[in-house]
């Protein structure tokens, strides 16, 4: 299966630390058979170049929110399936290798979901461990009660088309939304059973500053809209 990455990155080169992660990011990128950088803010052109040879970078006019930014680099892929990450994250290689070889699509899933490794930098020692999600099938109770789906889970681009994709609103939380809209249309989950993913949490990240804005009783409630059918 040939799947397209796209990479979203805000002022990458703000910190040592996060052009780091952000190098990471792109190298870790390297056996997709497409890769979309979409970057808002300076950046290192060489760097790109070197650690990403193939990749094509793609610059929004307007300042984009994640779930935009998402968007906004998925429409430039030219294959059917598409993973979405973010700059201080990171794939794993290998078991990426092995997913495009293997049979998961079989069955015409609309997304493919995983485990995926869990990295809290603000720990000390960094907090680190995997997500191991339910395998599938699974209910639509189980997915309204939490959001056990990693922001880069590999989509169909049917389900981007059928859904709309990534959105924002200030009651939804951006993929947890697609997730339930998937699977309200009915689209099949299918389960990749290796680490596909590293991914950091932080207390300042943009879902944490939602759930300071509108609490977290309004983006629940409004999951359980969505999966009762409510656009």
């Known amino acids: 299966m040939k799947i397209t990455c796209c990479i979203c990155a805000h002022n990458p080169m703000r910190s040592k630390e996060r052009a780091a992660w952000f190098m990471q990011a792109l190298l870790s990128s390297r056996p997709f058979d497409q890769v979309i950088v979409c970057i808002q803010g300076d950046y290192d052109k060489k760097m790109v170049k070197m650690m990403a040879p193939e990749a094509r970078v793609v610059v929004p006019k307007k300042h984009l929110c994640a779930e935009e930014a998402f968007l906004f680099a998925s429409q430039h892929a030219t294959n059917d399936w598409i993973t979405v990450g973010c700059d201080d994250d990171y794939y794993a290689p290998d078991n990426v290798r092995v997913l495009q070889q293997s049979n998961v699509q079989e069955g015409n899933p609309g997304v493919i979901y995983f ?3 869990v990295i809290k930098p603000e720990e000390k020692p960094v907090g680190f461990g995997v997500h191991w999600p339910p395998p599938a099938p ?3 109770e189980q997915l309204v009660q939490y959001n056990f789906i990693s922001t880069a889970a590999v989509v169909h681009k049917d389900v981007l088309k059928k859904t709309g994709g990534w959105r924002y609103r200030d009651d939804e939380a951006g993929d947890w939304s697609l997730w339930i809209r998937a699977k309200r249309e009915g689209f099949p989950f299918a389960y990749f059973p290796l680490p596909l993913y590293y991914q950091r949490f932080f207390s300042t990240s943009g879902f944490q500053q939602q759930v300071a ?5 309004v983006i629940t409630n409004r999951v359980k809209d969505l999966a009762n059918g409510t656009k």
């Open 115 to 117: 485990p995926y490794y």
């Open 138 to 140: 699974f209910t639509m």
């Open 213 to 217: 804005r509108v609490g977290i009783d």
